[in-house]
């Protein structure tokens, strides 16, 4: 019995925050991961058949480096 309410709870609290959202933004929210690397997001785009908007990665700056911390 607890098991059933407790699963009827989650179901209720992910409606709940999901209710404004539309396909598409959820679309754009599960191929977020890829848009950062080009080549991949290339791949995906192949598999899925649906467009990423992949963003280059930014080039190191002159005078910039690693800093181990």
Avoid at 21 to 33: F, H, Q, R, Y
């Amino acid at each position: 019995m607890w098991g059933l309410l407790m699963v009827a709870c989650l179901y209720g609290a992910v409606e709940y925050c999901l209710r404004g959202e539309s396909d598409k933004s959820l679309d754009d929210a599960s191929l977020m991961p890829f848009a950062d690397d080009p080549e991949v997001a290339r791949r995906v785009e192949q598999a899925t058949g649906k467009q990423i908007n992949a963003v280059a990665p930014q080039a190191a700056r002159p005078g910039w480096t690693h800093l181990d911390m």
